[in-house]
């Protein structure tokens, strides 16, 4: 099985490793190999308990080893914690801004169709796809089932790692990707939504009807499952993100945290105004006051789909990089 080139991935930006690592020592089998197929084998049979075919597993188990490298990613730390500024430098650049438009022109009329079935604005479909795998670019190139089975089997957050590999086998089960296609982050985020296995048989569609859900390569199963995804999380079709403001010199920021809501009209009461040329106009819906970095920083007003960024990611760094794309978008 051939390695795909490394790219830079926004999961953590952490760098890449071989689709298969070498197993676990290079002679006889050691006890944590023993282990480890002990611990396969008792997948196994909850796999088949669930009504997984044993031809499934048998193939997607051939290529399962115990990746050490894996393990190292998952308990790293990073050095440092970027900043909103240098955050959005990484994510929001002006080549992924440009290729953001080119795909929404090259992808309208398939976008307009997701937009009429899930009420989600073209343009938040592709700053989601754009953010998440840099339009498909950067998919990982880990052997899903392979991650999964490490971390499952390393403990750390084991009987989560272990539901996720019971999912990602009945994916294959179901004749969604070849075997060697499902690849994915070390994390084991496949295709081009990023989707975890959980996630992918909770939202995952075939949009185009061809009788699989194919992340991987399929450009209207990868558009159509973003946006149902948003959609099911509670997306307004009618409303943005948010916006970046300015505050007063003397304003209490204490009042910031999405957990306090006001009205625009009460905002702009307290000094709050529109950042750049655009004003606040009183007319947008309620909103929370975000500081990404903390008091003295970037100031945002979100509304009601930041929040459904959030739970697709839980990061309000990648909730406003998304939302950054989409005006961009809006704007061209």
């Not at 081009?192 to 399929?218: E, H, K, N």
């Not at 079709?237 to 204490?254: A, K, T």
């Not at 819906?285 to 945002?300: I, N, Q, R, W």
Request: proline content about 5%; some cysteine; aromatic content about 10%.
């Amino acid at each position: 099985m051939s390695v795909m080139p490394f790219r830079l991935s926004r999961r953590a930006l952490l760098g890449a490793a071989p689709l298969l690592a070498v197993p676990l020592g290079g002679g006889p089998a050691t006890a944590a190999e023993s282990d480890f197929s002990a611990f396969l084998a008792g997948v196994r049979r909850d796999a088949t308990a669930q009504g997984i075919r044993p031809g499934t597993i048998d193939v997607a188990f051939r290529n399962v080893q115990f990746l050490p490298r894996v393990v190292e990613l998952d308990r790293k730390q990073p050095e440092r914690k970027f900043t909103f500024a240098e955050y959005l430098a990484k994510v929001v650049t002006q080549q992924r801004l440009d290729d953001a438009r080119q795909h929404l022109v090259d992808n309208w009329q398939l976008l307009q169709r997701v937009s009429q079935r899930y009420r989600v604005q073209p343009r938040f479909v592709v700053a989601l796809w754009g953010v998440e795998s840099d339009f498909g670019r950067t998919m990982g190139d880990y052997f899903v089932p392979a991650s999964l089975a490490t971390l499952a089997f390393e403990g750390r957050r084991g009987p989560m790692f272990r539901a996720e590999l019971i999912a990602a086998l009945k994916i294959l089960d179901q004749g969604n990707v070849r075997t060697d296609s499902m690849v994915g982050s070390w994390a084991g985020a496949m295709g081009q939504c990023q989707f975890m296995p959980t996630t992918f048989l909770s939202y995952a569609v075939d949009f185009d009807g061809d009788g699989r859900r194919d992340i991987w390569t399929d450009r209207a199963d990868v558009l159509g499952s973003i946006a149902n995804y948003v959609s099911r999380l509670g997306w307004r079709g009618e409303e943005s993100w948010g916006r970046q403001v300015v505050l007063p010199s003397n304003f209490d920021e204490r009042m910031a945290g999405q957990d306090s809501r006001r009205s625009i009209a009460e905002w702009m009461r307290l000094g709050v105004r529109g950042a750049g040329s655009t004003p606040l106009t009183g007319r947008e819906p309620d909103a929370s006051l975000v500081l990404p970095d903390g008091p003295g920083g970037t100031a945002l007003l979100v509304y009601d789909n930041f929040r459904v960024i959030k739970k697709w990611n839980n990061s309000t760094y990648f909730a406003a990089a998304v939302g950054y794309i989409a005006d961009s978008i809006d704007r061209a």
